[in-house]
């Protein structure tokens, strides 16, 4: 009887780690795009500033540039017209946008933005619906970098010659929102790496309520060893429900949200903060004891 068992296991066995190597393998129906480049600037630029910036860039002269105003802003960002403040500090971000082939990911490199970083660029861009792209975004002198997302999304839509969903726009506007300030409570490489994680569990598992998505952000919490406050805590909570109510499909983002997961761990362990492997292996060796278990634990028929 035990060997018949092993026989079982051995076969189930062998038919997951094949699924596994297919799984590198599968192409993501997702970003279905055409692939292009786009430089998108600030309208406040001057002339030499624009200049300054398409060299940093190292763009192509025959490259076609779009302009980020208060009506592209307000677009793209889903901005109150009726809240001055967000128009006060101009339009100075920029960047050198590309959509690129299936399987590539997500890519942001940054100059001269002090507050938003690469990471919160790139994980913004995934909620927008962009899933593989190479993005540089600078600024002629130091800038927050909360306006770059608009001019980013509105070079990709040009690209594409069509608009991403305005909700996923605006889940994105707002999870560079709560990132800054989870940042400021638990660090910048830990905030990005726990919103994206989040979101990849929001995004499977398709939560049915608030409470069950506060369970997942007590769980990353607790693993990452960090405390956050109640507010943090419902703010990032409130955050992942309007992810949740997307309807993402996991299978069209999986790809690009493990390369930046995989990208998020060596983040980590740079800083010599090393997190409990919780991916393939590890649910292959909890399927195999419950299976051994459900066996043994019915007896022959």
């Known amino acids: ?56 860039f190292e763009a192509p002269d025959s490259v076609e540039a779009t302009y980020v105003d208060n009506e592209v802003a307000i677009k793209q960002l889903g901005l109150d017209p009726n809240d001055f403040s967000n128009f006060t500090g101009g339009w100075y971000s920029s960047a050198y946008v590309k ?21 919160m660029l790139a994980n913004a861009l995934i909620t927008s619906g962009i899933l593989n792209a190479e993005v540089i975004a600078s600024a002629p002198f130091a800038v927050t970098g909360e306006s770059a997302l608009a001019g980013i999304l509105a070079g990709a839509e040009k690209i594409m010659g069509g608009e991403l969903k305005t909700e996923n726009k605006q889940a994105a506007a707002e999870e560079i929102e709560v990132s800054l300030d989870l940042a400021d409570e638990v660090g ?11 979101k990849t569990a929001v995004i499977k598992e398709k939560p049915d309520n608030e409470d069950q998505i506060a369970k ?11 405390e956050i406050s109640e507010n943090m805590k419902a703010r990032v909570v409130t955050l992942m429900s309007d992810i949740n109510d997307l309807d993402i499909d ?25 997190l409990e492997d919780t991916g393939f292996f590890e649910k292959l060796w909890n399927w195999i004891k419950d299976f051994v278990s459900s066996i043994f634990g019915q007896g022959e028929n």
């Open 1 to 56: 009887m035990i060997k018949r068992y092993i026989k079982k296991i051995a076969i189930a066995l062998s038919t997951m780690l094949c699924l596994s190597t297919s799984i590198t393998a599968f192409a993501a129906r997702g970003g279905e795009y055409p692939s292009g480049e786009i430089l998108s600037f600030g309208v406040d630029l001057t002339d030499a500033q624009e200049a300054q910036l398409r060299k940093y």
């Open 99 to 119: 959509l690129v082939s299936k399987e590539n990911g997500v890519n942001v490199k940054s100059n001269n933005l002090t507050l938003v970083t690469d990471d």
């Open 188 to 198: 910048q490489t830990e905030a990005t790496a726990m919103i994206n994680e989040i």
């Open 216 to 226: 997942v952000v007590s769980e990353v919490t607790e693993k990452y060893g960090v």
């Open 250 to 274: 996991y299978s069209q983002v999986k790809d690009t949200l493990n390369k930046a997961a995989d990208k998020f761990k060596e983040d980590m362990s740079a800083l010599g903060k090393y």
